[in-house]
């Protein structure tokens, strides 16, 4: 089966740092994605992470550990154009199966 | 044109019409899929297409008919829908279905989504 938690809401201030957790228990989990939405706009790819580690893409960073079905995203500088729900998605299977969390809706003030 | 794009945006219908959801991907990929996004859940997926032939049917109701006629093209049908069918529907490609690969053939990308209403 698949699960995947994540935080509904989070606040953090401009230029600040801001963890965004996930935790999944996923069978056949082959890695894990994590897509930013604005409001009333589609998803859009951050990152694909399937070796554990840290992989930092510019003042984004993503981090997963398989053994303990866990992954954070983290952003750093925040701006108030990062306020956006952010979707943890795994990806198993043989195929293009991926099961996508509730998302955490962020929200960056002055 | 670039990217994947929807039509229409937005619809309105009651119960007992029958209406169409288009995407087309101007990305060369080879899968599509349509999903389902409603207010604080996570999105569902429906319906996967890998080459216009449907590799994945999620359970879902037969009042959605997916249509696939080539791999830039894919289609909901909805007819008889109930008010809990509104919601953001969502379809994305990617460029191929390999699984267990790196983000450039597993990354789906999305389009703008249709916000339907049914009355």
């Known amino acids: 089966g698949q699960n995947i938690d994540q935080p509904t809401e989070m606040t953090a201030t401009e230029g600040a740092i801001v963890q965004i957790n996930c935790t999944y228990q996923t069978s056949g989990f082959n890695g894990l994605f994590w897509y930013q939405q604005h409001a009333g706009e589609a998803p859009t790819f951050l990152s694909y992470?399937?070796?554990?580690g840290l992989e930092e893409k510019g003042r984004f960073s993503s981090f997963l550990s398989r053994s303990k079905g866990y992954s954070y995203l983290l952003l750093k500088e925040l701006q108030m154009k990062d306020s956006a729900s952010y979707l943890c998605?795994?990806?198993?299977?043989?195929?293009?199966?991926?099961?996508f969390g509730t998302g955490t809706k962020l929200q960056v003030i002055p | 044109e670039t990217g994947v794009t929807q039509t229409p945006r937005h619809l309105v219908m009651g119960m007992t019409n029958k209406k169409s959801l288009k995407c087309e991907q101007h990305?060369?990929?080879?899968?599509m899929y349509w999903y389902k996004q409603s207010a604080k859940k996570p999105l569902e997926l429906m319906f996967v297409y890998s080459l216009e032939e449907r590799v994945e049917n999620n359970s879902v109701p037969s009042r959605f008919s997916p249509e696939c006629p080539n791999s830039s093209h894919l289609f909901l049908h909805l007819h008889t829908l109930q008010p809990e069918d509104s919601a953001l529907y969502l379809c994305?490609?990617?460029?191929?279905?390999?699984?267990?690969?790196?983000?450039?053939?597993?990354?789906?990308?999305f389009g703008p989504g249709t916000r339907l209403t049914v009355l």
């Open positions: 998605a795994t990806h198993s299977g043989g195929y293009q199966k991926v099961t």
């Open positions: 994305a490609s990617s460029q191929d279905l390999a699984g267990g690969g790196r983000t450039s053939t597993d990354t789906q990308y």
């Open positions: 990305l060369g990929h080879n899968a």
């Open positions: 992470n399937v070796l554990d």
